[in-house]
Structure formats: structure tokens, C-alpha cells
């Protein structure tokens, strides 16, 4: 059974900062491409940055310089470094694991809030 388990959301202050942390299992976590989205209420679900199974990342324009992914194959974790955080980063954070085969290989962890408030 594959799972993935996203933790390390919450309330923050603008200016600060969060890890958020993806726990894999049930899947051979080194041959998947790696990605956190984020959907906020009303809003479409968007991708904020993902990476490749060789370790090459990808920002959405509004993220790059805030936040930073990387991958460790021997925990199976994804983690997503935030900061400086904004208010509208505030949404609800999903990880995301895919793979292509001889078919598509595409798992998703239910979910994180993270709220940017004063």
C-alpha cells in the first residue's frame, strides 16, 4: 500500500519560516519525480517546486528564492523548506510522487495547512 504523509504545517507570522516533510512508503521512492503543490480556497491547485529522480528542482516564479525542495532516498522523505512566507502562501500542501512506466505512476499525501497570518 503506498502512502504518503505530509507533516510540518501550521499558523506562522509573515517573515517566517516552515519545513514541511513528506514521508513515502510502498514505493521504490528513488525512481519517482518528487513534487509539493498547494491549493488556497477558491484557487485552482497549482505545482510550487518539484525534482527529478536526479536532483534537478523547479520553482513556481513566486517561490524562487523563498523556498528550497530536496529529496533523501534513505529516509524516503521530500522536504520543502519555506521561508520568508507571505500570506498568500497560505493553502493547503500537497506531496505528489510520479513516475512514468509502461504506465503512469501518480500518488498524492492528503494534504497540510499552512497559514500565513499576522
Known amino acids: 500500500q503506498v502512502q504518503l504523509v505530509e507533516s510540518g504545517g501550521g499558523l506562522v507570522q509573515p517573515g517566517g519560516s516552515l519545513r514541511l516533510s513528506c514521508a513515502a512508503s510502498?514505493?521504490?521512492?528513488?525512481?519517482?519525480?518528487l513534487g509539493w503543490h498547494r491549493q488556497a480556497p477558491g484557487k485552482q491547485r497549482e505545482l510550487v517546486a518539484d525534482?527529478?529522480?536526479?536532483?534537478?528542482?523547479n520553482y513556481v516564479e513566486s517561490v524562487k528564492g523563498r523556498f528550497t525542495i530536496s529529496r533523501d532516498n534513505v529516509k524516503n522523505t521530500v522536504i520543502l523548506q519555506m521561508n520568508s512566507l507571505k500570506p498568500e502562501d497560505t493553502a493547503v500542501y500537497y506531496c505528489?510522487?510520479?513516475?512514468?512506466?509502461?504506465?503512469?505512476?501518480?500518488?498524492w499525501g492528503q494534504g497540510t495547512q499552512v497559514t500565513v497570518s499576522s
Open positions: 510502498g514505493i521504490s521512492f528513488s525512481r519517482y519525480a
Open positions: 505528489n510522487a510520479k513516475r512514468s512506466a509502461y504506465k503512469t505512476f501518480d500518488y
Open positions: 525534482i527529478t529522480t536526479g536532483g534537478i528542482t
